[in-house]
């Protein structure tokens, strides 16, 4: 990796086998005394995935992120064009945010990473919310089997009273429940549900 200076704007050359190694380098030149601007054309040279594969491999690791640590209300979403990977949706904490953002940095085949990720804003009556809306959904019998898998739960965001409802359902009936219940909590405004009914195989005909 070279670095060059002229007038305050710093340009990285060179090649680097990970992302977040791209990354760390930006962020240590911009503290650098009379740089106002970086340049960064650093390249990852890490052997390219096709965007689907690699989609589909951030997706399962994402999946299982922060599992002891609300992972039921993360609902970060994923996009991948030519390596580049962009990280949207909603997280439960900066802290939730900062762990998907580290775990795609760090994956090979990972050319450029974009973060829009949202955090849910931090108050008690959003965190009342939240452990109702679980507490709603989950407790009912029809989908409470949602819970044994944690890296496929329904996903629930909550801002200033408003929930969004995540994931992948395996019926139109337990979208509808999850929404009647979530939307029966004391203190919801509204509830958005973004949930999806999983493609069923086709019956055979006899």
């Known amino acids: 990796m070279k670095v060059s ?16 190694y791209k990354a760390e380098a930006d962020k240590r030149v911009r503290k650098a005394n009379g740089v106002t ?20 491999k951030l997706v399962d690791k994402l999946a299982y992120d922060r599992v002891f640590y609300g992972n039921a209300f993360n609902a970060i979403s994923v ?17 939730s945010r900062d762990s998907a953002l580290a775990l795609v940095d760090y994956y090979p085949g990972v050319k450029d990473v974009y973060d829009e990720i949202q955090v ?14 679980f507490r709603a959904v989950y ?12 890296a496929k739960p ?9 929930v969004e409802l995540y994931g992948m359902v395996d019926s139109q009936s337990d979208k509808d429940t999850a929404y009647i ?26």
């Open 5 to 20: 200076e002229n007038q305050g704007i710093a340009t990285l050359t060179g090649t680097v086998d990970l992302y977040a």
């Open 37 to 56: 601007s970086v340049h960064n054309l650093i390249e990852v040279a890490s052997p390219s995935l096709p965007d689907e594969v690699l989609w589909n």
């Open 79 to 95: 996009s991948v064009q030519n390596g580049a990977v962009t990280l949207g949706g909603h997280a439960l904490s900066y802290f």
């Open 120 to 133: 849910d804003p931090v108050s008690m009556f959003d965190n009342r919310i939240r452990m109702q809306v």
């Open 139 to 150: 407790g009912f019998p029809t989908l409470n089997r949602y819970a044994i898998d944690p």
């Open 154 to 162: 329904i996903r629930i965001s909550v801002q200033n009273g408003h």
């Open 181 to 206: 219940r979530a939307n029966a909590v004391p203190g919801v405004f509204d509830v958005k549900n973004y949930l999806q009914v999983a493609v069923q195989p086709a019956k055979k005909q006899k």
